[in-house]
């Protein structure tokens, strides 16, 4: 089966959170995360790369090493060290590291203090008041895992938006290339954009005798046949990811693009309305009676309830509909609005490139400007600057900013916000730079008056410019500070 870079990406993420529990060199454990993230960015597919007899070693992060790895994942669709990895460690350890919250040092804890096996385990341990009795952890943290481990049973899966795209977008090239097959379209939340899909919705038209669903079901990265029938079917690929088929006849197109694309909230706005107009609105089209007056686009679709086209990106039902009424839509933002970016990393701490080399790319994408914003000294895992270390790479920037036309460079800075509301670096350090990014990375745990607290209080620095990723949310592993 094809192997994808988040598929290379997910299993040298596993590979650093067995790594990290089995306590190996933290170097190791950074090159294998650095080498995911890379992978799980890169534009171009891996597979393609390869066959341009393209060196990995030109990556960031990838040496001989990592780079033999990625070739083996692509020719085998798995990785020796991670299969060895297995061996050394119980299943449930994999499962485990699913739960938000659960990162590989408390995985490992709580394997080693309570030889936890199972989920139901982890679960009767919490229940059992057996968790906070672990060294690091306490009554609030149980609380939490137990949550936790509750919502993980009762919740379907979910998958990042990025990782998703990457599966729907090869899927529908190969259906692209089936005779007799017109258009193809993703629809659902995939095309609302929405941070994470629970499945992939794909409206296809084509003539006649088309093979379809043929094709559709026999696709080599399908595992499982959960229905087929003449219009419909539903097949779940290799990567667990459930794809949902539709077959359309052109006629129908915009409205069965409008109807599987969703939100149900949404479409049951605008089927209200059209029936106060004497309509009615389904997959096939747009009806008064038993004509059909619209359907072939979702213009039309909009247009025959008296509305406006409407950005799939809009469509949850949150006041777009009432925008739409009185001409109020917001334009979305395209990548040629952009100006600038005020929040980025270069490898002088976890980032990947030097500073010259992203001036390089902020240039070709017409940027007028940037700022650096390392992390601070705080992290330590990703090498975060000290005092020392910002004022030299703020003098680089002066140096470098004396060359540019065109472009600015900005000082900044990705500052620690501690857990008493002051900041990793001090402010004599601080006034020297243009703009300073706040930032949690700690303490996630904390009631929702102090966190609040710590936050304003930070906030109220004098040099405080940018609070970053305000609630500390990261998807599939950490849920949003209280």
């Known amino acids: 089966m094809p192997v994808h870079n988040a598929d290379i990406s997910a299993i040298f993420e596993e590979i650093a959170d067995l790594l990290e529990i089995e306590a190996a060199n933290p170097f190791r454990i950074r090159a294998y995360r650095k080498a995911a993230r890379i992978l799980n960015e890169l534009p171009q597919d891996i597979r ?9 070693t030109q990556l960031p992060g990838v040496g001989d090493d990592l780079a033999a790895k990625i070739v083996e994942i692509v020719e085998s669709g798995s990785c020796g060290l991670l299969r060895r990895l297995h061996k050394e460690l119980p299943p449930v350890i994999t499962e485990l590291l699913h739960i938000p919250g659960l990162g590989p040092k408390r995985v490992k804890a709580l394997y080693h203090h309570l030889d936890v096996h199972t989920l139901e385990q982890l679960h ?6 057996l968790i906070r009795k672990i060294p690091g952890f306490g009554e609030k943290t149980e609380l939490n895992i137990l949550k936790a481990v509750e919502s993980h049973a009762s919740q379907a899966r979910r998958f990042k938006l990025a990782t998703t795209t990457q599966y729907a977008n090869a899927l529908i090239a190969y259906l692209k290339e089936i005779p007799g097959v017109l258009q193809v379209t993703a629809a659902g939340s995939l095309r609302r954009m929405r941070e994470t899909v629970g499945d992939i919705d794909i409206l296809v038209t084509a003539t006649e005798h088309a093979p379809v669903m043929h094709g559709f079901t026999t696709y080599d990265e399908v595992t499982q046949v959960l229905s087929v029938g003449k219009t419909r079917a539903t097949v779940v690929l290799k990567c667990k990811i459930q794809v949902d088929l539709r077959v359309m006849p052109e006629t129908s197109y915009g409205a069965a693009l409008h ?11 605008i089927r209200r309305i059209a029936q106060k107009l004497g309509l009615k609105v389904n997959e096939y089209g747009v009806f008064k009676a038993a004509t059909r007056i619209a359907g072939e686009t979702e213009d039309s679709v909009y247009g025959a309830v008296g509305l406006p086209y409407i950005p799939p990106e809009l469509r949850e039902d949150r006041g777009e509909i009432e925008a739409a009424m009185v001409g109020k839509l917001p334009n979305l933002v395209q990548i040629t609005d952009l100006r600038g970016d005020l929040h980025v990393h270069t490898k002088a701490s976890d980032g990947s490139d030097s500073i010259q080399d992203m001036v390089e790319a902020a240039k070709s994408l017409g940027l007028e400007y940037m700022a650096i914003t390392e992390h601070s000294r705080h992290l330590v895992m990703v090498h975060g600057l000290d005092a020392n270390g910002l004022l030299r790479q703020c003098d680089e920037i002066d140096q470098i900013n004396s060359t540019l036309s065109g472009m600015t460079l900005l000082k900044g800075i990705e500052v620690d916000i501690l857990e008493d509301g002051s900041l990793d670096l001090p402010d004599t350090i601080l006034k020297r730079l243009d703009l300073v990014v706040g930032a949690v990375h700690s303490k996630f745990n904390l009631s929702r008056a102090k966190q609040t607290e710590r936050i304003l209080r930070a906030m109220e620095r004098p040099h405080f410019t940018i609070l970053a990723h305000p609630t500390g949310r990261l998807l599939e592993n950490r849920p949003p500070m209280m």
């Open 124 to 129: 009767r341990a919490a229940q059992d008041g």
């Open 48 to 56: 393609i790369l390869l066959k341009q007899n393209f060196s990995l």
């Open 259 to 269: 109807y599987l694309t969703g939100s149900k909230a949404h479409n049951i706005a």
